[in-house]
């Protein structure tokens, strides 16, 4: 067993108060300590050193059932984290290895060994294995190559673009050959800063109705693939600027996340029958047996520059709250990440 000195025996974590109704608020959230249970064969202790807030976490935050589990209520919230093993009692695991879990939301966690992985610092800082090399990365790079079928050529429309996977996305496609590609933000610097990643065309959804500005900015050839962080207004311009075989790879939504009533669908959906569109819904979980490929493609892209990532650093963990509501209201260029 290799252990440290004045190991801790209590940790601080965010609880789920109450469940939000529509947007979150701080009240929703309660900062709490809780007591560390000893170690077990085959576990270990991590200190982390950041947490992942994302926007699935929302739905979580709601008592419907859903892919994910709610999250419980006066419990700690869970979700992914990068940190240090300050304790182990599992081989494989020493003090010092940096790995990669599930129990997020809080500043020490006691976990299977088996539940992580260990990070390569070697290849890129910590917290990228929470975003580029990460869950993140996963997302962009199946939702792109798996889920659409993208193929070097196509004209690639990416909303949300200036976010975690959004702006992985436009960036995988220009590697892979894409012929052109587009992305949508909230922010004057947001655009500029795609425009900085490579994409060929940005726009401001708050300055215009979306379908006009992507019209525009497809230049009269339509889109192939549509790679959907947003839903709503977006999705119904897509489907108007999508070409004959276009393909849509439904990742979020996160303009209804939020909502308190039903929103209504694409008003030109029929035109997915005479366009012959595919459109598919994907969640990572299903797309795991893909990341051999994709870490070995994005660890090259990202050493010679081809791919390059941002991240919103909060400091704290009584931020984390605050974090991941900015979070949901576009506050973030790139990962949104806690850093404790």
Known sequence: MSTTTALPTSTREIRLASRPAGRPVPENFRLSESPLPELQDGQILVRNLYISVDPYMRGRMNDTKSYSAPFALDAALDGGAVGEVIASRAEGRKVGDVVVHQLGWREHAVLDADAT??????????????????????????????????????????????????????????????????????????????????????????????????????????????????????????????????????????????????????????LAIGKQLTLRGFLVG??????????????????????????????????????FMDLLDGANTGKMLVRL
Not at 201 to 227: E, H, M, S, T, W
Not at 301 to 315: C, F, H, I
């Open 286 to 323: 299903g797309q795991r047996q893909h990341r051999p490929e994709f870490f070995e493609a994005m660890s090259v892209w990202l050493a010679d520059g081809s791919v390059r990532y941002d991240e919103t650093v909060v400091d704290g963990l009584e931020n984390a709250p605050r974090a």
């Open 117 to 270: 992985a260990v990070a390569r610092t070697d290849l890129a800082p910590a917290s990228a294995f929470l975003g580029a090399l990460g869950m993140t990365g996963l997302t962009a790079y199946a939702g792109l190559l798996k889920v659409a079928d993208f193929k070097p050529g196509d004209v690639v429309f990416v909303s949300g673009a200036a976010g975690a996977v959004g702006s992985l996305v436009g960036q995988i496609a220009k590697a892979m050959g894409a012929s052109r590609v587009i992305g949508s933000a909230g922010t004057p610097e947001k655009v500029a800063r795609l425009l900085e990643l490579g994409f060929d065309a940005a726009f401001n959804y708050r300055d215009a109705p979306v379908r006009d500005q992507l019209k525009a900015a497809a230049d009269g050839n339509g889109i192939d693939v549509y790679f959907d962080n947003v839903g709503g207004d977006h999705l119904e311009a897509a489907l108007a600027e999508l070409n004959v075989g276009g393909r849509v790879a439904m990742c979020g939504a996160i303009a209804q996340y939020n909502a308190t009533e039903p929103t209504p669908g694409p008003r030109n959906l029929m």
